[in-house]
């Protein structure tokens, strides 16, 4: 083996994708070297809920393709929306100019806010709306006399992205860490993780308790704070770790007392996959900044949104040139990228996703029932369009895979794979993220494959 990873074993025969993109394509989020003994999915294409590997193996994805994915892959109305896009405008720059999609884009989901978040501004990823939100909560602070207000707080275990910026609000240590001395510190307050109820207690218990030491901060350092930055009501990236909307409510309530900016970072959990459109709506509370990206565009392409108080925006509104909030990137607003999140919303409007989806989870709850029983897991829970257990310690390293290299994540990802899955545990936390379009037959082949898995995974 190669220090550049695996070569071709058939030295005369072609090299297949795989080993020409472990060859040429450093992949995200993965210690390259692990490619040694788990085989990237090489992938030929993508249909509803499926996606094709060269090889032909079917896979249900699971996970939506990290979460983007909303109503399958190659839909057609989406992929009619950016076709039709791209021979009218593919792109143009947005300053200065504007064009009907984005216009129409940015009308549609303020009215979705029933019009408190009043304007739009777009970035391209996750990161990049996380990025804009802090910069602009600082600016809007500095606009009004309070450049003082630079801090900002985030949540134990919450995740924003790996821009510097948002890395800096980011509480995942894997990810966090070893840039540390590249960070701007930011404080970080307890989780509301619904986990932590005492015996007896109702998930408000932790929620409120979170929002207690929020109190106690602000009432320190609120002079100080910009922003308080949450991922409403499930931090994804630390394990769909789940909270009661209490918290959200109690934390709105004290930005407001203590003059402190509300973020919440809907990338993950907005567009439907908390069971509403947008997780603050089940907390009955608006934020001054909502970041959208991942599912508004369907999973298609990059675009990201903050979505603003129109008070906020008018902080900036001036003849001066500093006030104005003079960032940007190049695809700021792409075409493209608006029309397929048009179709986007059109499918949410015209199909009664949401009521739909009601009916999903409740299907695939009776499908994974039997794990509330089992002694390996524990923490069965479910917010929306997403379900996640955790699998107990047991001092098992399993059989079904070379189990000496390979952490519970991998081995469960490729006794997964084995059963026409794709699925990626967060540590020993399991979880279901699907598209929206599961049959009953497809839901059936998920609780089937994933629970499959965990018997593979655990050796039994
Ligand atoms: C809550 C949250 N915020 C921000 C991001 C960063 O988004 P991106 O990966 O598109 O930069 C993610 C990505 O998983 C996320 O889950």
Known sequence: MSAVG??????????????????????????MKVHERLPLLALARGEGAWLIETGGQRLLDGISSWWVNLFGHANARINQAIAEQLHILEHAMLAGCTHEPVVQLSERLSALTGGVLGHCFYGSDGASAVEIALKMSHHA??????????EFVCVRGDYHGESLGALGVTDVPIFRDVYHALLRAAHVVASPDARLAAPGESARG???????????????????????????????????VMHDPQFVREVRALCDAYGVHLIADEIAVGCGRSGTFFACEQAGVWPDFLCLSKGISGGYLPLSVVLTRTAIYEKFYSEEIARAFLHSHSYTGNPLACRAALATLDIFRDDAVLEKNRARGAYLDGLLAALREDPRVEHLR????????????????????????LSFAQRYFACARERGLLLRPIGRTVYLMPPYILSEDEMQYLARGALGALDATLGS
């Open 6 to 31: 695996p070569q071709n074993p058939n030295a005369a025969g072609p090299a297949s994708l795989q080993e020409r993109s472990l060859r040429s394509v450093w992949h995200p989020c993965t210690q």
């Open 141 to 150: 602070w500095r606009n009004v006399g309070h450049p003082e207000k630079c």
């Open 206 to 240: 932790p929620a409120h308790r979170a929002a207690a030491q929020v109190e106690q901060l602000f009432a320190e350092r609120a002079p100080h704070i910009a922003a308080l930055i949450i991922e409403p009501l499930v931090q994804c990236a630390s394990g769909m």
């Open 382 to 405: 479910r917010c929306g369009m997403i379900w996640a257990f955790d699998v107990r310690e047991t001092g098992q390293t399993g059989r079904a895979h070379d189990s000496a290299s």
